[in-house]
């Protein structure tokens, strides 16, 4: 094992150039002290919102302080991230993150004053002014929540109690992250080690069953030993997004979710009935593993091991850029010169070091570059998430250069789309030049299991989520032994009668932390749906396929989700997206089932 180098031991070319922001701790620190004077000024406009002139004057003071404020916070994160164990960044990170809260506080009246206002006056004071018409949108967003906005006191009120009402998910976190501990299993070499959240991924693809089947009897063991305690917090999370939904007069905790971006409820019911209706084809693939992996009845345990095992092939960062720059070239030469340009200017800090945070990720604001950290360790799924995080960093450059300030930013429905775009036109290419069976194969399965795990698996999450919140919002109280009973169903429904379904499946619903955030996993199959149905058309050279998918780049948060969607050719109020997605699966198991 070659040593991990330190920070300053990495060529620069392989480093983003976050000096970009700032040259020096020196410019940050001026930046910082007049960020402080400065941002207390926009106190003075509270109370004062009271014509169109003055809403403009708070808008632009906003701007130009917010960009401030956004460049400092970004440069300490991103200087953090480089090292974690860097005591000055630290600090820097530490004082940049207090100063935000504080910052926050000088913002807050603005929303309960523009919904303080007529709306005819509102819509009369933008048609008077040109320049307000910028901020139509904006501003219609806000009035929209007038009807769940409360009185000041009770607004204060539930701010005040936000802390204690998001406690569910603290212990959840606590009680599985710190306190819960799992045992020793033996690996596939017969030494002992101990069993953990972050090992377990690996031993349940182990190609050895006793070593999978014991990781998962171990660790769902445990859960199952404090079914009680995670069901009582899982109810008391649920009762509190429905107490929340409920005192800010939504119908359901449902729409109270979907409502603020104006997503139809539509949208989630009908993602889990076309799931629901297709069914058959998961079933289908459990079959296929099942005779892959030459086994007489197939557990729950064995879903995760790959079909086949390739030796492990280097493909150095190089190699990996031009792979993903040729599996890109569907989408035009614009498109791509951004991408090299991205990698030249210095978007991207490429490998690990001491003290490095772990993972990849897409950061940055408004006036700086779309940062990219990678971890980059010369696999091909390291390739893979290039193309992801490179997807969302050019989606952040066209918003930014495409749309002002207010409008820059996309939302969580739109946020996975162009990254999963990128992967889904990669697996593509490569199952395409494959000619190796083996790989080919290996290929095919990465690209089902993707699908498997990203739009069945979470819709059948999203129908666990719905049953809950509905069944609670109706007053009838849900038990440990409720809760399972449902994901032992569910299990059942969705993986068909080849699969047996092991009774330790049952208590799987208490290590998901996202049921924490309500309503929030439908999302990624949603976002795949929608990245299926973009790749697909770009490679079918469908008419303006590749302008409509840059247009959709190129809207930030100009509209609703759904409308950019929709202005792009992908209409996620229909089933369209979703069978497409199926479609592919059902591809895939052809090529997988005749080789």
Known sequence: MSELKKRDEIKAEFKWKVEKIYTDIKAWE???????????????????????????????????????????????????????????????????????????????????????????????????????????????????????????????????????????????????????????????????????????????????????????????????????????????????????????????????????????????????????????????????????????????????????????????????????????????????DVFKSGIKDGWIDIYENKGKKGGAYSWGGYDTLPYVLLNYNNELNDVSTLAHEMGHSIHSYYSRKEQTYYYANYTLFCAEVASTTNESLLIHHLIEKETDEKKKLYLINQELEQIRTTVFRQLMFAEFELYTHETLEKGVPLTAEDYNKVWHDLNVKYFGSEMVVDKEIDIEWSRIPHFYSDFYVYQYATGYAAASAFSKSILEGKENAVEKYKGFLKSGGSDYPINILKNAGVDMTTNEPIEATIKRFNELLDMIDNS
């Open 30 to 336: 001026k930046d910082f002290e007049e960020l402080k004077k400065e941002a207390v000024k926009l106190k003075n406009y509270s109370g004062k919102l009271t014509n169109g002139e003055m809403i403009l004057e708070y808008f632009k003071v906003n701007e130009k302080i917010s960009r401030k404020a956004e460049n400092l916070y970004i440069y300490a994160h991103l200087k953090s991230d480089e090292d974690t164990s860097n005591s000055t960044y630290q600090s820097l990170m530490s004082k940049i993150d207090i100063y935000m809260a504080e910052f926050a506080s000088y913002t807050a009246f603005f929303v309960p004053e523009i919904l303080s206002l007529e709306d005819k006056f509102i819509k009369a004071e933008i048609n008077r002014i040109e320049e307000l018409k910028d901020f139509e949108f904006l501003i219609n967003d806000i009035l929209k929540e007038k009807p769940h906005i409360l009185s000041k006191e009770m607004e204060e009120l539930l701010a005040a109690a936000s802390d204690c009402l998001d406690a569910p998910a603290a212990i959840h976190s606590i009680l599985t992250n710190a306190d819960m501990t799992f045992g020793n299993i033996k690996d596939e070499e017969g030494n002992e080690v101990e069993l953990t959240e972050g090992n377990y991924s690996s031993f349940i693809k182990s190609k050895n069953k006793v070593v999978r089947k014991d990781a998962f009897r171990k660790l769902f063991g445990e859960y199952d030993k404090l079914k009680n305690t995670l069901a009582t917090s899982l109810t008391a999370s649920i009762k509190t997004f429905n107490f929340s939904s409920r005192v800010r007069k939504y119908n359901n905790a449902l729409e109270a979710s979907l409502n603020p971006n104006n997503i139809p409820v539509e949208v989630y019911k009908n993602a889990v009935k076309v799931i629901n209706d297709n069914l058959d084809s998961l079933h289908r693939y459990v079959k296929i593993k099942k005779k892959l992996l030459g086994l007489d009845e197939i557990h729950m345990y064995d879903l995760y091991v790959p079909v086949i095992e390739l030796p492990k092939e280097k493909i150095e960062f190089n190699t990996g850029l031009d792979i993903v720059l040729e599996a890109l070239k569907p989408l035009g030469t614009e498109y791509l």
